[in-house]
């Protein structure tokens, strides 16, 4: 019977649980997909449809998202004895740094902070007056 990689992980290829797969699943594979900019998961396992790897059998992109993170990062499907070890090994330089996502203000809000100790202080003076 055919022997594949076995695990399920967190930015790393190395899997170092191996399954015999059942004797009519003939292919390993491994999968991984974006979590978002700093962690993959990766899949390894026997699988028996590696249809999706054939541009014939996969269905048209989706529309792309400037900010749309989840994606496939890496696949492979093979049919050797324990073909699915490993991965690329560029993954540290295909990790993205962390980004601050701003977003604009609506118009007539004010930033916290310049008019936000100016109320503080007016509140204060007013409540001492009236009191």
């Known amino acids: 019977s055919l022997k ?14 191996i399954r015999e797969c059942p004797y009519e699943i ?5 999968v991984s997909i974006r979590l978002h900019s700093r962690e ?3 899949y390894k396992n026997c699988t028996n449809n590696c249809t999706f790897v054939y541009p014939s059998q ?4 989706a ?6 993170t989840n994606s ?19 993954l540290e330089r295909d990790m993205l740094p962390d980004e ?19 109320l503080s202080f007016a509140s204060i003076i007013l ?4 009191t």
């Not at 003939?26 to 491994?30: A, D, G, I, Q, S």
């Not at 996969?58 to 992109?61: A, I």
């Not at 529309?63 to 749309?68: S, T």
């Open 4 to 17: 594949c990689h076995d695990c399920a992980a967190i930015n790393d290829f190395n899997c170092p649980n």
């Open 26 to 30: 003939r292919r390993c594979l491994t």
């Open 40 to 42: 993959l998961l990766v």
């Open 58 to 61: 996969q269905v048209p992109e």
């Open 63 to 68: 529309p792309r998202r400037p900010f749309r």
């Open 72 to 90: 496939f990062y890496f696949v492979r499907c093979c049919n050797g004895m324990r073909c699915n070890e490993g991965g690329p090994t560029n």
């Open 100 to 118: 601050t996502i701003e977003e604009e203000l609506p118009e007539g809000t004010v930033h916290l902070g310049g008019s936000g100790i100016f």
């Open 127 to 130: 409540s001492i007056a009236l």
